[in-house]
C-alpha cells in the first residue's frame, strides 16, 4: 500500500510561484511512475505533469514551460516547481503513483490507483 501526503499549496498573486511537495511511503515498484494532476471547480481533472523513476517527463501543454516536475527516489519525494502562475492554474492539485506502466500507458487518472489527500493553489490575477 502507497501513501502519499501532499504539502506547499497556497494562494500567490499572478506572475509568482510555488513548489508542491509529494512524499510517498510503499512499495518502491508502486510509486515508479509519479504524477500531479489537478482539478478546479466545475472542470475535469486534468493530468498536469509525469515523471518516472529515471527523471523522464512529461507535461501537459497549458504548464509546458512553466512547471517544473521532480524527484528524489532516496527519500521518495516528489516536487511540482510552479513558476509564473495564471488564475486558470487555480485548482486543487493531487499527487498520484503507481508501477511505471501508468507513465507508458495513456497518463491518464484512471492508471494509478494511489493519491494523496491534495493540496489548494489559488492564484488571484
Known amino acids: 500500500q502507497v501513501q502519499l501526503v501532499e504539502s506547499g499549496g497556497g494562494s500567490v498573486q499572478a506572475g509568482g510561484s510555488l513548489r508542491l511537495s509529494c512524499v510517498a511511503s510503499g512499495v518502491r515498484y508502486d510509486i515508479a511512475c509519479m504524477a500531479w494532476f489537478r482539478q478546479a471547480p466545475g472542470k475535469e481533472r486534468e493530468g498536469v505533469a509525469f515523471i518516472d523513476s529515471n527523471g523522464g517527463t512529461t507535461y501537459a501543454d497549458s504548464v509546458s514551460g512553466r512547471f517544473t516536475a521532480s524527484r528524489y527516489n532516496p527519500n521518495n519525494t516528489l516536487w511540482l516547481q510552479m513558476n509564473s502562475l495564471k488564475p486558470e492554474d487555480t485548482a486543487m492539485y493531487y499527487c498520484?503513483?503507481?508501477?511505471?506502466?501508468?507513465?507508458?500507458?495513456?497518463?491518464?487518472?484512471?492508471?494509478?490507483?494511489?493519491w494523496g489527500q491534495g493540496t489548494q493553489v489559488t492564484v488571484s490575477s
Open positions: 498520484a503513483s503507481d508501477t511505471i506502466m501508468a507513465c507508458l500507458r495513456g497518463r491518464r487518472g484512471a492508471d494509478f490507483r494511489y
